[in-house]
């Protein structure tokens, strides 16, 4: 099953509009139609709170994958983030293993990218998400925020 959220300009970081559940038809429509510029300039207005971004959960995989805009007018980005178990070593990478969710984030060219990407998630194609992500750009990877 797969549930979307929003998390509008300005948003702190743990502020979600749910949405509810999803099919990547939907899911298309909703990106289609959100007002990504706009929400741009609010951000870039508010100098606080995240930017504007739409995040679906494929709660029966424990996995989420989002789309956010970045940048300004002149030069825009969207970034992609996959989130997914993550075995890590705890105190300074010395210690044992603990599971962690963790975040890998990427530059999508552009919006048939993005929807393509976005129909790999919703088909569990998994590995093949994985290894189209790793052709892209990287841009961070970190803990996710709980």
């Known amino acids: ?16 509009d749910e ?4 099919e990547y038809d939907k899911f298309v ?19 606080e709170g995240c930017s504007a971004t739409l995040s679906v959960k494929a709660s029966d995989d424990n996995k ?4 956010s805009i970045a940048g300004d007018r002149q030069k825009t980005i969207f970034l992609v983030g996959y989130v997914y178990f993550k075995e890590k070593k705890t105190f300074f990478g010395l210690g044992k293993l603990k599971m ?15 929807k393509y990407l976005f129909g790999l998630f ?5 590995f093949e998400l994985e290894a189209e ?8 990877s970190m ?3 709980s």
Do not use: C, H
């Open 100 to 114: 962690v969710r963790w975040v890998d984030i990427y530059e999508a060219e552009d919006s048939i990218q993005i």
């Open 143 to 145: 803990e996710a925020y």
């Open 1 to 16: 099953m797969f549930s979307y959220n929003v998390q509008l300009a300005g948003y702190s970081f743990d502020k979600f």
């Open 64 to 67: 989420d994958f989002w789309v």
């Open 29 to 47: 429509t909703v990106f289609d139609s959100f007002p990504w510029l706009e929400q741009l300039d609010e951000a870039n207005l508010l100098k």
């Open 19 to 22: 949405k509810g559940k999803v």
């Open 133 to 140: 992500l790793k052709r892209l750009k990287d841009f961070d």
């Open 122 to 126: 919703f088909n569990k194609k998994f």
